[in-house]
């Protein structure tokens, strides 16, 4: 009989201290929505100014902490400068734009559940631009997702459809986006170190959206002392927040199940949307985003199969 050394495998305490970090970052995330309707329609500041002004505070509080504690980690060689404006302008900056917009345009909880088509985006891309294999699963994945996709947008009922269509259109970019956001980041941190990455990329993609917007109603609405505890609650809960405790959260907890507890986002979302502005989701709505939960299952990370190697 063989003994297994414990040395190597986190205690209960670790993985349950793990799994709840996981867990707070998924409910952090999940309060993205409620937070952009504040801003927006309390205190009036305009969907880009939100996101750009999120990315921005984010890449500070970053840049602060990485200042007092890893300052060396700040230095990055000409190949990661590339990385990093990519990825600010294109996983930062548009997927915080796209997002804000589908939020504010169809809803908190259909905005949640079409995000989460990002898995299905991110398979695709990896095969065409990084040389990763589109298997079985990978196709049966993209097929529920397009299905449930279409469930989401209603598309049993064209009038609905036709209403928002825009709307869904900036919640498919939102997944398309969010896919960019992990394919740099996949790439970004062969070059450099992830919290580095993060923090420069934000401050990129905070430039690239401010850069743009009117400042005389953006310091307006910064003169409030309510706007600038929101935007605070933005940067520290689901900007850095999040991003710490989901990286916590790993070092004990497998990432498969890890990517799946993280899936919990959009039934948090739809639930504090409901609680907290009385948005609602259909039973076709519903159906369509349990399609979409099944091909983010399908696609976990695990140990290929022989068929699939």
């Not at 750009?52 to 902490?65: K, N, P, S, T, V």
């Not at 990825?87 to 504010?104: P, R, T």
């Not at 980041?185 to 959206?209: D, E, F, I």
């Not at 309510?226 to 900007?239: S, V």
Request: glycine share 10%; hydrophobic share 55%; net charge positive.
């Amino acid at each position: 009989m063989t003994t297994r050394s414990t040395s190597s495998v986190p205690d209960v305490g670790s993985q349950a201290r793990g799994y709840a970090l996981v867990l707070l970052a998924a409910s952090l995330w999940a309060t993205l929505g409620v937070i952009y309707y504040f801003l927006t329609d309390t205190y009036g500041m305009s969907p880009l100014a939100v996101a750009g002004l999120r990315a921005g505070l984010g890449g500070l509080i970053l840049l602060i902490g990485l200042l007092a504690l890893r300052r060396s980690w700040l230095r990055v060689n000409r190949r990661a400068v590339r990385v990093i404006l990519l990825y600010g302008v294109f996983g930062i900056g548009l997927f915080y734009a796209v997002y804000i917009n589908a939020i504010l345009s169809v809803g908190v909880a259909v905005a949640a559940v079409l995000l989460y088509t990002a898995p299905a985006w991110v398979a695709v891309l990896a095969w065409r631009f990084l040389g990763e294999r589109l298997t079985r699963t990978h196709i049966v994945a993209l097929l529920l997702t397009l299905a449930g996709s279409a469930l989401v947008a209603q598309i049993y009922q064209p009038g609905l459809l036709r209403v928002n269509a825009l709307g869904i259109v900036w919640g498919l970019l939102s997944g398309l986006s969010y896919g960019l956001w992990s394919i740099f980041n996949k790439v970004g941190v062969r070059h450099t170190n992830p919290w580095t990455l993060q923090c420069y990329g934000m401050l990129v993609g905070s430039a690239m959206l401010l850069l743009f917007q009117p400042l005389t109603p953006l310091t307006g609405a910064l003169h409030s002392p309510g706007a600038i505890l929101w935007l605070l609650l933005l940067a520290l809960g689901p900007t850095v927040g999040a991003s710490v405790a989901y990286a916590a959260g790993v070092r004990t907890v497998p990432v498969s199940v890890a990517s799946l507890v993280a899936t919990l986002e959009p039934a948090l979302a739809a639930l504090l949307a409901f609680l907290v502005l009385g948005q609602t989701l259909g039973l076709g709505q519903i159906a369509g985003g349990a399609l979409i939960m099944l091909a983010v299952w399908l696609l976990r990370p695990r140990a290929p199969r022989a068929e699939e190697r």
